[in-house]
């Protein structure tokens, strides 16, 4: 409910189960190894150690079918729950009560999500875009559909084992092609729409009762001149409001690429890991697709693709980090009373168009009802209703957003193509002419020893000249205080309106010549910052600020990942060996720095707790399981304050690298040090206890393995793990549930062979029956690599099991 104490703001006004293909697992009928049946389908299936599928077909159709097949087997819960989610069925099979947490930005009840949905579905908008130039090609069409036929090839020939679905009679084989592309379209919006279904669903004029206006603890009413805006914006808890816009850099990564002037090799050398949920729908499954003579292609997909998002091939290999780039706009438009009316350019009034949906649900008693909820648009978008997020629906203006990812099915083309590529640079090229990447930034190398970074990601038209020109009070108070620019809905259709670029794929985006990228033969690396820092010495400067910031501070993080470079080159080339090494060297970067001059001693002593201190004095630094004082300093960071108060060198555009430094010693941080100490006591922990007694695995069926690593911004980890509704060990103290992934070391050497060495974090297969569920979860417990069988003769030589699929 609104507070109606802040009606001043009316002044405000605009300017997979068991191991269907490992042997002893398998709970269904086998096909027979060697048979292969007339059909418009025929895949061979290699499974190797750790239960990596290798798929090889004659087309991109049965290529699908295959990689289908092997992602059922290894993850059919999640691609069940996947299409599910995607035909907007949630509140008929599993009650509309219930939450669905996508482990990325989506945390909505089931009815929510289903109203959102289905409304996409009344409207068409998955089959619009199929026919439209912003929709896939040919062989990305016969890829998804091929996949989904796999799926169910899959569900046909196996019994699921698997707890957590195995039950379910909703789970069939009647998987379409339509329902993979809403599953494709609902991913390339995590970072926009995907971050605002709530608020889009629960949008409603306002009443007496509940005006739209936010309550924020702070003063009122919001400013309604741009001049005032500054001072205003230093009352907002800028941090807070960022996150809830999607920009949480949790859900991130880290990728280095060494080039051939400094690494051993003369060549380029990958080492790529991405940040992302253990569990659900935005899991890593491991996969190599080959279309002999034509297509060879190994890495990571995101359950539900059957691209390869992360990977390799003979020539180069690529990596992705989060953007920081915004993906939408919102707009804000003027109203003529409480209603859905609101003023055009021409002086006409308009009205926001009411959409009812009809949702399915399942009652208490199991029967089934009907549930009529409500969205409204304009059009640009969706109105969304966010007071706190200072966007809400009050009697005087309402928000809608436009969003460039809801407007285009290019991202498998996208990933396709990538894996068609040559060296970096023609990674870009391809990546540019598929116009699909949604929300990374990519980071590559090649044999030839060029690196690359670049954030050619899909980003709105929107230059800093109409930014300047086009914003409201409360959107400048917006891009003030989180990057975001806030838009006159008046001139939606006209001077606010997104540009377009003769280079871009499609109208409405930005073009690759005002786009960041860099192409070197030294180094480049991002671990979720803006472009502007692609490695120690080179700045990238005077692009658009929706894409991100520049001459702004960087993470902890950033600065563990750059240091890790800068002190191995300080003393000798990178080496394949030294490169994937950074991985598990576990520093803590922020302790680094606040230990200089022994100031966090120093600012410990000042507590007078004498058992601790002697603990964090002794403390080795890092997040290693032997690590002992680890978790003091972690409850420390989260608890410190920040900027002016914490350090006492500022932040420094000259030397991002470097600064802020300079551990303040006074009040603040002291009682900031007493918080953490007297957090860890509370949770009933030892202060001498060993990090790995600690921090476990927390994903399904995992036992509590020690894990290394730790905070990845604020303490500085490049190995960046974290809870967030850990499904195992939730007893423990920090059952990890998030974090590092698919972390791939990816080396070109001077006789012509690739060494892969990879590791899946939370492993291959979900069901807990499984041997592949947690191995490669104990390797990385042990901090150890996976090799990667790439050639024929290492698949050979690691083969498990074959399968031979026919069929459609």
């Not at 576990?586 to 000042?606: I, K, P």
């Not at 680890?630 to 991002?656: C, M, Q, Y």
């Not at 967030?724 to 972390?743: L, M, T």
């Amino acid at each position: 409910m609104r507070s109606p104490r802040l009606l001043t703001l009316l002044a405000t006004a605009l300017a997979v189960p068991a191991l269907a293909l490992a042997g002893p697992a398998d709970a269904g009928p086998d096909p027979a190894d060697g048979a292969l049946a007339a059909g418009p389908y025929q895949a061979t299936v290699k499974i190797t150690k750790h239960g990596i599928p290798h798929v090889t077909a004659a087309d991109w159709g049965s290529l699908g079918y295959g990689s289908g097949y092997a992602a059922a087997a290894s993850s059919i819960c999640t691609l069940a729950d996947t299409v599910l989610t995607a035909r907007g069925e949630r509140s008929k099979h599993l009650g509309p009560d219930g939450r669905y947490r996508d482990g990325v930005s989506l945390d909505a009840s089931n009815l929510q999500v289903d109203t959102f949905v289905t409304d996409l579905h009344d409207r068409k908008v998955v089959e619009g875009l199929l026919r439209s130039p912003a929709g896939p090609s040919a062989r990305a069409r016969a890829m998804v559909k091929g996949y989904t036929a796999g799926i169910n090839r899959w569900l046909r020939d196996n019994r699921i084992t698997d707890p957590a679905c195995r039950n379910e009679a909703w789970i069939k084989p009647d998987a379409t092609e339509t329902d993979l592309w809403y599953g494709v379209y609902m991913a390339n919006m995590i970072a926009s729409s995907g971050n605002f279904v709530k608020e889009i669903v629960e949008a409603d004029p306002p009443t007496l009762q509940d005006p739209g206006l936010p309550d924020l603890g702070i003063d009122l009413p919001l400013p309604t001149k741009k001049e005032d805006v500054a001072a205003y914006a230093k009352k907002v808890d800028g941090e807070a409001l960022r996150r809830s816009l999607g920009q949480d850099s949790k859900f991130g990564s880290n990728a280095t690429a060494i080039g051939g002037d400094k690494s051993s090799t003369r060549r380029g050398m990958l080492l790529g890991n991405p940040h992302f949920p253990w569990v659900g729908r935005y899991k890593f499954t491991q996969q190599h697709l080959t279309i002999p003579g034509k297509y060879d292609v190994a890495g990571a997909s995101l359950i539900g693709s059957p691209a390869v998002n992360i990977g390799w091939n003979k020539d180069v290999a690529w990596s992705h980090t989060v953007s920081t780039a915004y993906r939408f706009t919102p707009y804000e438009y003027l109203t003529v009373g409480p209603g859905p009316l609101y003023l055009s350019a021409n002086g006409l009034l308009r009205k926001a168009e009411r959409r009812f949906v009809d949702v399915t649900v399942k009652r208490k008693d199991g029967s089934l009802g009907t549930v009529r909820e409500d969205v409204w648009r304009t059009p640009q978008g969706y109105v969304i209703d966010s007071p706190s997020q200072f966007m809400g629906w009050s009697p005087i203006s309402f928000w809608a957003i436009r969003d460039a990812n809801a407007e285009h099915l290019r991202t498998i083309d996208t990933f396709l193509s990538m894996g068609e590529a040559r060296s970096s640079r023609d990674l870009l090229v391809r990546q540019d002419a598929g116009g699909g990447m949604p929300w990374v930034n990519t980071i590559a190398a090649d044999r030839r020893g060029e690196v690359l970074y670049a954030d050619h990601s899909v980003v709105p038209h929107v230059t800093n000249a109409m930014v300047n020109r086009c914003l409201t009070p409360v959107g400048l108070l917006l891009k003030t205080v989180a990057g975001l620019p806030g838009l006159n809905g008046l001139l939606a259709d006209g001077l606010c309106t997104w540009g377009s670029d003769a280079d871009a794929q499609r109208p409405g985006i930005l073009g690759p010549r005002n786009l960041p990228a860099v192409v070197r033969r030294d180094w480049v690396m991002n671990a979720n910052d803006s472009y502007w820092t692609p490695n120690d010495k080179v700045r990238l400067e005077g692009y658009a600020s929706i894409i991100g910031c520049e001459k702004c501070p960087r993470t902890m993080r950033t600065r563990m990942v750059q240091q890790y470079v800068v002190d191995r080159l300080a003393v000798g080339r990178e080496t394949p060996s030294t490169l994937r090494g950074h991985e598990y060297a576990n520093r803590v970067r922020a302790a680094e720095v606040m230990r200089e001059g022994g100031r966090l001693d120093e600012v410990c002593a000042r507590t007078g707790e004498t058992q601790a201190c002697a603990v964090l004095r002794k403390w080795d630094g890092r997040s290693d399981a032997t690590s002992v004082g680890t978790h003091i300093f972690e409850e420390f960071v989260k608890r410190a304050p920040t900027g002016t108060n914490l350090w006492s060198v500022p932040f420094n555009a000259r030397d991002p690298l470097n600064t802020p430094r300079g551990l303040k010693t006074g009040t603040a941080v002291v009682k900031a040090m007493q918080a953490a100490i007297d957090a860890v006591r509370d949770a009933g922990v030892a202060f001498d206890a060993p990090w790995g007694s600690l921090q476990v695995a927390g994903d399904r069926g995992a036992p509590p393995l020690p894990i290394t690593g730790g905070d990845g911004d604020l303490a500085g980890n490049a190995n960046a793990v974290d809870t967030e509704h850990p499904q195992a060990n939730s007893d423990r103290y920090k059952a990890i549930s998030y974090g590092s992934s698919h972390i791939q070391a990816i080396s070109y050497l001077a006789d012509g062979t690739v060494d892969a060495r990879t590791i899946l974090t939370y492993s291959q297969y979900e069901d807990p029956a499984s041997p592949w569920s947690w191995d490669q979860t104990k390797l990385f417990s042990q901090e150890k690599w996976v090799r990667f069988p790439w050639t024929p003769a290492q698949i050979k030589a690691a083969l498990v099991r074959t399968v031979r699929l026919s069929g459609s």
